[in-house]
């Protein structure tokens, strides 16, 4: 069973799209939600809208009118976000949607 760790990380990777596993494994008692943004340390903005549940428009549309700071850019010019650009976003929309 030396690989099994291997076999289970593929399945798993096979099961869940990218925000849609981090998002699992934030809801998951096992682990913090530290752990689960430092498993990806870098981010797409697809994939930051699904994990706050806005599209990724909604994200451009607040960067434009200044009420979030500017994503970083890659090489390619995409927007790249980190763990705190996340809780930014995040605190944002908890902070103008009643929950």
Known sequence: ?????ILIASYFRKLFSEPEK??????NKSLTEEEVVK?????TITEVADIVGISPKTILRWEKVG???????????WRVYAEEDLRKI???RNAIVEI
């Open 39 to 43: 498993m990806k340390k870098r981010m």
């Open 22 to 27: 981090y998002r699992f494994l934030r809801n």
């Open 90 to 92: 995040e605190d944002f």
């Open 67 to 77: 009420k979030i700071d500017k994503a970083k850019r890659d090489w390619r010019g």
């Open 1 to 5: 069973m030396k690989n099994s760790g």
